[in-house]
């Protein structure tokens, strides 16, 4: 056969052209274009990595004024409203709630969405099984049903709203950059950062909440982003509102606010509260599975179970009001009789925790009975959030765990006055550390818990009371209830959350804590013929070649019996020490399981031999005992 002629003409040697262009011209993408830039100006992946964090938090901050500033407008005109007319505070009360409830069901229905769990608990499904992948409808879907949640006066806060809606914004972003998954991860982690930055004005909520709860590791390639994040969100904040003003700013009655400080005297006190916050919140996260789990055996369309919920909410806020005519003193002495008849326990509540951090509401000398009174709001607002919440509505619990600490640490603290060795805190003292208390102990999360009072007051003396309350909460709780309001959403549905943890508890375990088998051992002398008459015999898939005084020399494997038996001719002059084609190093009793682990991923053995300090053979450690040891591990420490 004639061999081809070569190309006669240089035309030849030519790639075919690119689609949308000629041989010579093909338009080059723009992603592709400013990538090549950036490469040639110095900016790697890594340093991209942080001109988009802060570009993300820019972005989530805007997006947070546009969700905030319109509910925060509306919740003072409903306010003015409810003070202004009998007939519009019954509205506000008992129908306003209704149809915000019944807007919020029709979003659900209108809007669908792929994830399974809700809130901040979606935001971790889709980290850990859906590679950070948030759909954009997802945040339509929360800006609009928690804006009529929190707007009608469910008992919700905006909070987790805006770290799943900033959160969906970094996940597109980051999909849109054409970024790989734990890039977007980190995108989505800056996401939640910048959204807690820009409602609270918190960066460092922000960043602590988002590296104990959102990624729950620490990494300077994820920490260094997210910092980034939510000092741009906070910053971009500040620069269009013109104001550091903190939620509860530096108002008339608060500039009077003198915090106990950290003492031999008041710690006493301290540690009792933060038990108290800590049983307080393992309670509130079991009433709320449960509110969950009875909504959802309703057998009532998903658009009206918002709805039953709300009816609940009514019925307490009229009782509320019912009994507070000329019955319960208002929280905020300044205010008038007829704003105490608008349920402290609806809406975010914001309200009614700076009015209990006032000094001036505990100089008179009924403590006992303002602390009963505080006590029953406790109750009422962790009914009001289970059934608002439960139901399905839309909306955040950070706002809610901050008055139920409030109230419960103004309660205690009104409660103790005058008690020996507890009298010593102050009740406002009280009030901000049981904010981070119940804060913590609910998420899980002591140092954003922490952080979150300070932030909220800048006030530098609260900081290491609400530490010690925040440590002892959290402490108390997971002694009780191992997971957060966020995790236990993820475990009914079969997540577990991972963590840098996960390799500390596989470093510190050993071989021998995952249970050593019995092996049936030979003589590396011994016949092949017999290693086939024990297999038949004793049904052992691997046989350890042993010295006579017990020193491991080798293991033959089922494998390696079954590629002897196709040659079954030649058995009779085989012997063990032939077989021993797996040369398997054999693990020590006392080695980490890290070390077992990765001596499977080299094997094909499903057991690996286990010696002593001398050489001395023990038995075998099998792949599913290793795991089963890790596994038991994770869940205790959880």
């Known amino acids: 056969m004639p061999l081809p002629s070569p190309p006669t003409s240089q035309s030849e040697f030519q790639p075919p052209p690119r689609k949308g262009g000629s041989a010579g011209n093909a338009p080059i993408p723009f992603r592709l274009r400013l990538r090549r830039c950036a490469t040639a100006i110095g900016l790697d992946r890594e340093r991209r990595l942080l001109i988009i964090a802060a570009i993300t938090g820019i972005l989530v901050a805007l997006v947070a004024l546009g969700f905030i500033l319109p509910i925060h407008w509306a919740e003072q005109q409903i306010s003015q409203l409810g003070a202004d007319d009998p007939r519009s505070r019954m509205f506000v009360i008992g129908g306003l709630p209704i149809l915000g409830a019944l807007f919020c069901g029709i979003v659900i229905s209108a809007i669908p969405v792929q994830i399974k769990a809700h809130g901040i608990s979606s935001v971790l ?15 339509l879907r929360t800006w609009l049903g928690a804006s009529a949640t929190i707007i009608s006066g469910g008992s919700a806060g905006p909070e987790g709203p805006i770290v ?22 980190t995108l989505v982690g800056c996401g939640s950062a910048a959204g807690i930055a820009a409602v609270f004005n918190a960066p460092l909520t922000g960043i602590f909440f988002t590296l104990e709860v959102i990624l729950r590791e620490l990494t300077l390639r994820s920490f260094i982003p997210i910092v980034i994040a939510a000092v741009f969100a906070a910053a971009s904040v500040q620069s269009l509102l013109g104001t550091s003003t903190p939620l509860f700013g530096p108002a008339a009655e608060l500039a009077m606010l003198q915090p106990t400080l950290l003492s031999g005297a008041s710690l006493p006190a301290l540690l009792v509260l ?12 079991r009433l709320l599975q449960s509110s969950e789990h009875s909504f959802a055996r309703l057998r009532v369309p998903p658009m009206w179970k918002p709805v039953f919920g709300a009816c609940i909410l009514v019925i307490l806020g009229m009782t509320y009001a019912q009994f507070a005519l000329g019955t319960l003193p208002s929280l905020d002495p300044a205010s008038p009789a007829e704003a105490s008849l608008i349920p402290p326990f609806y809406g975010t509540g914001y ?15 009924q403590f006992l009975w303002l602390a009963l009174l505080l006590a029953v709001l406790v109750a009422l607002k962790l009914v009001a959030t289970c059934a608002t919440l439960g139901s399905g509505a839309i909306g955040g619990l950070f706002a809610p765990s901050l008055l139920v600490g409030a109230l419960l640490g103004a309660s205690f603290g009104s409660c103790v006055a005058g008690v020996p060795v507890l009298g010593a805190v102050s009740p406002e003292t ?54 957060s309001l966020y995790t236990a959403e993820l475990c009914a549905l079969g997540v577990r959350l991972g963590s840098p943890a996960d390799a500390t508890a596989l470093r510190q375990l050993r071989v021998h804590d995952a249970g050593l088998i019995e092996a049936c051992t030979v003589q590396p002398c011994d016949s092949a013929e017999r290693l086939v008459e024990l297999s038949q015999s004793t049904r052992h898939e691997h046989f350890v070649a042993v010295t006579a005084q017990g020193a491991f020399k080798g293991i033959v494997s089922a494998q390696d019996l079954k590629y002897a038996l196709i040659h079954s001719a030649s058995l009779p002059a085989l012997s063990v020490s032939d077989l021993l084609a797996q040369r398997v190093k054999p693990l020590r ?17 499903d057991a690996i031999p286990v010696v002593d300090h001398a050489g001395t053979f023990l038995g075998l450690v099998t792949r599913r005992s290793v795991m089963r040891c890790w596994r038991k591990a994770l869940e205790r420490d959880a």
Do not use: W
Request: with cysteine; hydrophobic share 50%.
């Open 125 to 139: 499904y889709a980290i850990h099984r859906k590679r950070a992948h948030l759909p954009m409808k997802l945040a």
């Open 164 to 185: 799943t809606i900033g959160s969906t914004i970094a996940s597109g972003f980051g999909r849109l950059l054409r970024l790989d998954p734990s890039r977007v991860t």
């Open 274 to 285: 933060g038990a108290v916050c800590g049983g307080v919140s393992v309670g509130f996260i």
């Open 351 to 365: 309200a009614a925790a700076r009015s209990v951090m006032n000094p001036l509401l505990y100089t008179s000398d």
């Open 430 to 483: 009280c009030a901000l550390a049981g904010m981070a208390g119940v804060v913590a102990a609910t998420t899980h999360a002591p140092l954003a818990g922490a952080m979150l009072v300070y932030e909220l007051t800048q006030e530098p003396r609260v900081l290491l009371p609400v530490v010690v309350v925040a440590s002892v909460a959290t402490v108390t709780g997971r002694a009780f209830e191992r997971h």
């Open 589 to 605: 009793r006392d080695a980490s399981l890290e070390h077992a682990v990765d001596a499977f991923t080299h094997t094909d053995l």
